[in-house]
Each structure stands twice: as structure tokens, then as C-alpha cells.
């Protein structure tokens, strides 16, 4: 791809100084972005399918967001909440009561990241349970800080040289029905990924009394948007009540609208006991959340505690994110352009093969890309290349799994320019077929 003159001189800039771990898949260097378009340093504008990886669901710089961030500037940029107390800590935890599934008494903690919420979860779930094993799910991504990473298992590099991370963690897998890990069939496979934990690990792994929860997304983000039968995720949570075990619902990547609902789980009629949430709480200020039933978030003063955690400008960004999103009715526009591209993608697997699998709800949508249909090999080449050529033509896009690309535009996307970018998608995928 050739590069814009001030691009080429950010990145030469970048790469002298910057962590070399850091995994970039496009040569972008954004400056300025608005709704659903993204321009680079070099003044070109490209149609912004990735949203931060589920960040900006209201857009790049949304007016409402913006004007309240600036206000609060200007009044107290910090304070220390765990310290001390400021009014839109209170009001944020209020709101997020009133909006997250489940009809009784909640407390609230607030973060800074996704995997800073896991570590709330996996903390008080341990303390209430008075119990260390967690069970996870293969392709589950939850974070990389050294908790919160015992239970992703994404990709292996991820944990690669970070052993012996947090003990005790049970992974089984998730019901990724196109890529079976029994060679099943759904339905007739009567959901068995679910109920090996119940018939297998609780035999011969662990005492379900042993397990302090059970951490989950109800459609894996990282792992490739995988979107389980609803059957999966309805035994997972009939095994954690039978035994009472928390159910910890990772809605991080899949929560605030995204997939057509407020938080995915709606869609399966699951409700947590632990909900951990960020990404696009703040429209991309820094700012993640613990939710839990009361009795769960029940520790002593100084258990556990953080310095930046509902932040007066992050919990500002928050409250008027919730606002724009209900007052914009972004939930239901997620669900109708999400219903447009999946049936627009459905209509390109027709016509090209190396497309395997279409996947989604809302605005999470994932394709599979494949070398072959039948053996189902990953087309992890033709992955990065479909990337890197859409974003020549225009078009910002992020891998996820093992060959899938993930369509998460803003909320705030309408049907033209979400047509539009299709069909710089399918102009790429026909080149590349």
C-alpha cells in the first residue's frame, strides 16, 4: 500500500519509539474523525467499519459527547472516587443500574478498561465465593492483565510468555458451531458445549462448589463475533443457578447498543450476576464498569480500589454517550443497518467462495473467510490482504478469530454510507477471489 508523505513520516516516528508488541493491521494515522468517517494526516477520508473496536458508538466526536466533556473540563478534571465522592460518579452508577439487565439491587465499580472491569469481576466473585476457579471459554477474550489473561484464550501468542498467569482457570469451549471443536451438528448436538461443564468438569475437574464463576461473552468479540444458539448461552446460565454459581456476562465489546439491544445478552434472555462493561461506555474516553447484585460486591473498605476510575470528564463522556444513545434511538438503528449489511454480506457469500460464514447481530457482524468450504482451512492471508486493500480504497477494517473480518461501524451509521462501504468490500473481496 503506498502511503501518504506525512502517514509514512508519523510511522517512521512511531516505530523509533514505540513498544514493538504493539500488533498495528493498518498503516493508518488518524487525526480527526466525525460520525462515521475517519481522515488520516494526509487529508484522505475512509468509512470507519471498526469503531475503535466497538468504541465510538456514537460516533466519532458526537456534538452532545464533546460539549460535555468540554464543561467538565473547565469545573474538575479529577478527583480520586475512591477517596472521595463527586455527584456524576453517582449519577453514572444510577444510570447504569437503572439501564443493565436484572431486577434487583446492584452495586457499581468503576474502571478504566475492559480488562480492569474482568479483574473487579474475578475479585469479588473470589471474595464472595470464598473459592479460586474460574471456568472461561476457548476464543473468550477478556483482557491481558495477568487476572484477567488466566481466562482469555484467544490466541495462544497472548499467553505465550507470561506462564504460570493466575491458577485455577477451567476453559471450555464455546458453542462456535461453524468450527465445532466436538465435529457436531447443531441442533443435534443438544448444545453438548454447554452441558460438558456440568456432565464432564464437575466430574472430573472440579466440585461445582469449588468454582467461584462463570465468565462469559455472550457473543465472542476477539474469538471472531461469534453469535451462539440461544440454548448455549440459557444451560450456562441454568448450570450456574443450579449451583449457584455467579455468572459473570463479559459485555465489554458486545454492550451499549451494539448488537441491536442495550446489552447483547438480551437477545438470549440471560441475565448476570456480574456484568463487566467499557469500550463504548465514554465514546473513547478511558472508562469501564463492574456491575454486580449487591451481596457479590460485598468486601471491606480498601479490598480493592483503583486512583482514575469514574473520572468527573470520563463519567461526564458516559452519561451524555447513555443519553445520545437513547435519545437517538442508536439501538434501533443498529438493528435496522445491521439487518441491511448481514443481508448484503449473505448475498456476496452467494457469489464468492472464499466467504464461509456470515455472523451477527446488530452492528457485530463477522465473515469467515476460507481457502475451501468444505475443509473450512482459515484464508488468514487473504484476511490481511482484504484489509490492507480496503483501507487503500477507503474503508477502515479489523480482523478477529482465526480468519474472520468484524464489521462494527458506529451506531450513528446510516444505510448509504454503510452501503458504501460494502461495496468497496465486495470490490476488494472480488479482486482478491
Known amino acids: 500500500m503506498t502511503l501518504g508523505e506525512e502517514s509514512r513520516k508519523w510511522i517512521e516516528r512511531d516505530e523509533k519509539v514505540m513498544a514493538k508488541f504493539i500488533a498495528r493491521v493498518s498503516p493508518l494515522v488518524a487525526i480527526e474523525g466525525r460520525g462515521a ?3 488520516d494526516v494526509d487529508g484522505k477520508e475512509y468509512i470507519d467499519f471498526s469503531s475503535g473496536i ?4 456514537t460516533g466519532h466526536c458526537h456534538p452532545k459527547v464533546v460539549e460535555a466533556v468540554k464543561k467538565q473540563v473547565e469545573k474538575l478534571i479529577h478527583i480520586a472516587s475512591t477517596d472521595f465522592y463527586h455527584p456524576l460518579q453517582v449519577e453514572l452508577a444510577e444510570k447504569l443500574v437503572e439501564i443493565t439487565p436484572g431486577e434487583f439491587k446492584k452495586r457499581v465499580f468503576f474502571t478504566n478498561s475492559g480488562t480492569e472491569s474482568v479483574e473487579c469481576a474475578i475479585k469479588i ?4 465465593r470464598k473459592r479460586s476457579r474460574i471456568i472461561g471459554f476457548i476464543g473468550g477474550f477478556h483482557g491481558r492483565t ?13 499467553r505465550s510468555a507470561f506462564s504460570p498467569v493466575m491458577p485455577e482457570a477451567i476453559h471450555v469451549p464455546y ?3 461453524y468450527r465445532c471443536r466436538y465435529k457436531l451438528e447443531y441442533p443435534e448436538c443438544d448444545v453438548w458445549c454447554a452441558k460438558y461443564i456440568e456432565e464432564v468438569v464437575f466430574n472430573h475437574l472440579s466440585l461445582p462448589e469449588d468454582v467461584s464463576a462463570i465468565l462469559i461473552e455472550p457473543i465472542q468479540g476477539e474469538g471472531g463475533y461469534i453469535v451462539p444458539p440461544k440454548e448455549f448461552l440459557s444451560e450456562i446460565q441454568s448450570i450456574s443457578e443450579r449451583y449457584s454459581i455467579p455468572l459473570i456476562v463479559d459485555e465489554v465489546q458486545s454492550g451499549f447498543g451494539r448488537t441491536g439491544k442495550m446489552f447483547a445478552s438480551e437477545h438470549f434472555g440471560i441475565v448476570g450476576d456480574v456484568l463487566t462493561l467499557a469500550k463504548a461506555l465514554a465514546s473513547g474516553l478511558p472508562m469501564g464498569a463492574c456491575v454486580s447484585r449487591e451481596e457479590i460486591m460485598d468486601m471491606p473498605p480498601g479490598t480493592h480500589g483503583n486512583t482514575f476510575g469514574g473520572n468527573p470528564v470520563s463519567a461526564a463522556a458516559a452519561l451524555a454517550t447513555i443519553e445520545v444513545i437513547e435519545e437517538e434511538k442508536l439501538v434501533d438503528n443498529a438493528a435496522k443497518v445491521g439487518e441491511l449489511m448481514i443481508s448484503r454480506l449473505r448475498e456476496m457469500m452467494e457469489k464468492y467462495e472464499i466467504i464461509g460464514d456470515v455472523r451477527g447481530l446488530g452492528l457485530m457482524i463477522g465473515v469467515e473467510l476460507v481457502k475451501d468450504r468444505e475443509s473450512k482451512e482459515p484464508a488468514k492471508k487473504e484476511v490481511e490482504e482484504v484489509i490492507l486493500n480496503s483501507l487503500k480504497e477507503g474503508l477502515i477494517l479489523l480482523p478477529a478469530g482465526i480468519s474472520s473480518i468484524r464489521f462494527a461501524p458506529p451506531l450513528v451509521i446510516d444505510e448509504e454510507t454503510a452501503e458504501n462501504g460494502l461495496e468497496i468490500f465486495e470490490r476488494v473481496l472480488a479482486e482478491i477471489s
Open 146 to 158: 495477568m487476572g484477567s489473561l488466566a481466562i482469555t484464550s484467544g490466541k495462544s501468542i497472548q
Open 37 to 39: 468517517i475517519v481522515k
Open 54 to 57: 466497538g468504541v465510538v458508538n
Open 175 to 177: 458453542a462456535y458451531c
Open 125 to 128: 466473585t473470589r471474595n464472595y
